[in-house]
């Protein structure tokens, strides 16, 4: 990156997926809190968007219409250069609201461009935050992980991060101390640090991957 | 990649992850075949190794002693510039063989480097591919992605691929015709294309993470 | 079961857990009715919910207060025998939808009686029924299978079934002629009989397990 | 049950999927001690089969021939009321040992009787035990519990018990006192007697389930 990388700053938006709407506590708001921080002292602007707040009708396109407000929170994603997508477990699993998230993604993958149709996501990177107050954070991480890929973002080294406690119920982030475990805090550093090279990289060198033609070729291939 | 690239071929390694010894017929074999292709038009030097005909033992580190074989196939994964774990399906899951070796993989964790502690598998490009006669793919994909992503590995858009017919039992790979089927071509290319990027991006820029350092940050952070 | 069963007539409700309201067209819908009609040959009472016809709150409550309409839809779960829930698969996992209501009914496990302790849904039998254009069946239905084993539902042999088609877009349930298809009404079948004997065997032989006895003997336990 | 009982105890079969062989210590062997004395003391017999003990061979099929060592396993399966899979976490899902068991247990669907098509295991009821230093019990248990019902199994309410740590490195089942675990022994008390329960009603009043009639019913649906 040159200098004029001072008037680019890049920026890194976070999706937080609670549950729960403001103004109640999201343990997950405080995790993102953690990695925001390191991205700042990196000199990355940061966004949050907690998607509850906001309308977002189940579907799979961008806009479902009516009163639909996924077309906001998916123009904050094309400005981004990094998205994190940051859940709560429930049942083990990546939210309800994070699984509807990806389904509303999908329509990014409708979205090539004329050139060489690659969706506005290619040369974004992406990262995953996962906290709960017990087991589920890998399961969650890999659901994520393989949707971020397909829908056009790339996977630096150590691309998700979680806090989980004991089996059972127990304190979740915040009452847990979560922002003080060694394990989690240096997953965090580490992604962020990754996605943030990676994300200098393709800004520098972009995918040059021509989208259209090798749907040609895959045409040619399957005669 | 300048003009010395011709002396520096990348290379590709694919570790198949059937359950059937040679010389049986592997359907993820000739999946296999057609990226290998793709990669060698590329001028891409490819290798595949079929795990289950060397004696790997089950574990979690770089060496089990006795009779295990993992360190000849850890030393061609050193040595590759990109890795594709591919997988049959079992039970809508990656093989036990494929999970084999990525518990095997664990060991590469222990191994960063003295100067900055990264992994010997920093700065490789990992891709998957599976194939099955039914449903599984994404599962055994987004498994796979995790693991590698943990294990040092970058991702590209698109890192998998894969060929599934109908529900319940049918033909596989091979008798399906797979290596016609549109869909699971226009997704090899597109991983094969992106793949190759991306090793070429961390080849000319390397990842500067200082993973020694960030453990010490993560700490000061943790008390 | 004896001669008054037929005063008290077993019933399934099938949860459709489709991202489009009424009246769009529901493969799932379509799914649904194939196994609705085995059961009503079989004698059973049937009921359908869609479930975003109605307005179900985000949480993991029995009543989020508000406009939350999940109560009601509880209720006609604690009125019924066997439950289905019935996901259509997007990004190869169950719906944000069958998430969302998996995420609601955790309320139920805090709603033991008094006498021992069991939930509403002891002695209630599950199934789930997942269909999509391609890939992700296993994954939804051993998700959904955890969570109802693990909120007071008893599984049956071959407690799934499911449609799906070849690897990429394609057609869904409907136009595919699912309900023509041997293997998936092979399933289907299997998990309706199965899943009317289990429950009939525990309207004779109700669990005995005394949840609030066996938690003071996992605390002595655990001294 | 009536006073025939006492000459037919029932038994259950755990199958230990350590990574280790004997006589390694194994967290799973402990974790399995626990169930083992609350089933004993019920009048249940007990058996523990370490598989990595054996020599398995990979495959999906019923006895793989040569060493294979499978068939003698799959002898104890027949013979047990109560199956019970223990598997460690690997990288945050089942191990390989456990992945290869289910795999090879497929043999299974290929053994339905004569006169209604049932498989060996028809009848029989299982559970799940999980163990790990960190996360990851829940995607572990939720695919062997899909794997079993097609299978043959039957699963009672709360069919899976585990123990896990905190995110990250940490003390595994016997060094983290799992055993005065208090969610952890809850949840094995509840699978032990919920698994007692069904496995008795199911020993009065076995499925009636006629596999091979269905198959019938299932392609006149389908023709």
Same mark, same amino acid.
């Given at each position: 990156m040159?200098?004029?990388d001072t008037t680019n700053?890049?920026?890194v938006?976070?999706?937080?997926?609670t549950?729960k709407?403001?103004?109640?506590?999201?343990n997950?708001?405080?995790?993102?809190?953690v990695?925001?921080?390191?991205f700042n002292?990196l000199?990355?602007?940061?966004?949050?968007i907690?998607?509850?707040?906001h309308?977002?009708?189940?579907?799979?396109?961008?806009?479902?219409?009516?009163e639909?407000e996924?077309?906001?929170i998916l123009?904050?994603?094309?400005a981004?250069?990094m998205l994190i997508?940051?859940?709560?477990?429930w049942r083990?699993?990546?939210?309800?609201?994070?699984k509807?998230?990806?389904e509303r993604?999908d329509g990014?993958?409708?979205?090539?461009n004329?050139?060489?149709g690659q969706y506005?996501?290619f040369?974004k990177? @992406?990262? $995953? %935050?996962? #906290?709960g107050? *017990?087991? +589920?954070a890998?399961?969650a991480s @890999?659901? $994520? %992980?393989? #949707?971020?890929s *397909?829908? +056009?973002?790339?996977l630096?080294?150590?691309a998700?991060?979680?806090y989980?406690?004991?089996? +059972?119920?127990g304190p979740s982030y915040?009452?847990?101390g979560g922002d003080k475990?060694f394990?989690t805090?240096?997953m965090?550093l580490?992604?962020v640090?990754?996605?943030?090279?990676?994300a200098?990289?393709l800004?520098?060198?972009?995918?040059r991957?021509?989208?259209?033609a090798?749907?040609?070729?895959?045409?040619?291939m399957?005669?």
């Amino acid at each position: 990156m040159t200098a004029t990388d001072t008037t680019n700053k890049l920026s890194v938006l976070f999706l937080n997926c609670t549950l729960k709407q403001s103004p109640a506590t999201s343990n997950t708001d405080a995790f993102i809190a953690v990695a925001s921080n390191i991205f700042n002292k990196l000199d990355v602007a940061t966004e949050t968007i907690r998607v509850v707040d906001h309308h977002v009708s189940f579907g799979n396109t961008s806009d479902e219409k009516g009163e639909d407000e996924w077309p906001k929170i998916l123009e904050r994603i094309y400005a981004c250069d990094m998205l994190i997508i940051a859940t709560p477990i429930w049942r083990g699993d990546r939210s309800s609201v994070a699984k509807m998230v990806v389904e509303r993604m999908d329509g990014i993958m409708s979205e090539g461009n004329d050139e060489n149709g690659q969706y506005p996501t290619f040369n974004k990177v @992406a990262g $995953i %935050m996962v #906290d709960g107050n *017990e087991d +589920g954070a890998k399961k969650a991480s @890999a659901s $994520i %992980m393989l #949707d971020l890929s *397909e829908q +056009g973002f790339t996977l630096p080294v150590n691309a998700f991060t979680y806090y989980v406690g004991k089996a +059972g119920p127990g304190p979740s982030y915040i009452e847990a101390g979560g922002d003080k475990h060694f394990f989690t805090n240096n997953m965090t550093l580490l992604m962020v640090h990754n996605m943030l090279h990676l994300a200098k990289n393709l800004k520098v060198n972009p995918y040059r991957t021509d989208v259209t033609a090798l749907k040609k070729v895959a045409k040619q291939m399957s005669e």
